[in-house]
Nanobody
Framework: QVQLVESGGGSVQAGGSLRLSCVSATYINYCMAWFRQAPGKEREGVAAIDKDSRTSYADSVKGRFTIAKDFGKNTLYLQMNSLKSEDTAMYFC????????????????????WGQGTQVTVSS
């Protein structure tokens, strides 16, 4: 049974914007996060949000990306602005059955469930 369903990836020019969505009735009240993985690179944490909507971000995306939840729609979002070519990657939604994300929010092994991924390509 698929618990996390992502959408919203695509191709955009540098400087543009995209919004990713992840629907999950199962995990919306828990810690959820976005990760990304570029070819030949390790999966890295992009942003996380906990039960009370407290957020954490990777330094590389601070000020450009915003993670948010819509509890009414059971949906996690990642608004990505001022996109750069180095943001090109497969983006994954992840969730863990814990209310708080904590300091290890960017460790992939911490998460219980993953979406199928959505491709983001930024051309310069």
């Amino acid at each position: 049974q698929v618990q996390l369903v992502e959408s919203g990836g695509g191709s955009v020019q540098a400087g543009g914007s995209l919004r990713l969505s992840c629907v999950s009735a199962t995990y919306i009240n828990y810690c959820m996060a976005w990760f990304r993985q570029a070819p030949g690179k390790e999966r890295e944490g992009v942003a996380a949000i906990d039960k009370d909507s407290r957020t954490s971000y990777a330094d590389s995306v601070k000020g450009r990306f915003t993670i948010a939840k819509d509890f009414g729609k059971n949906t996690l979002y990642l608004q990505m602005n001022s996109l750069k070519s180095e943001d090109t990657a497969m983006y994954f939604c992840a969730a863990v059955s814990a209310y708080w994300c904590g300091g290890g929010w960017n460790v992939p092994g911490r998460y219980d469930d993953w979406g199928q991924g959505t491709q983001v390509t930024v051309s310069s």
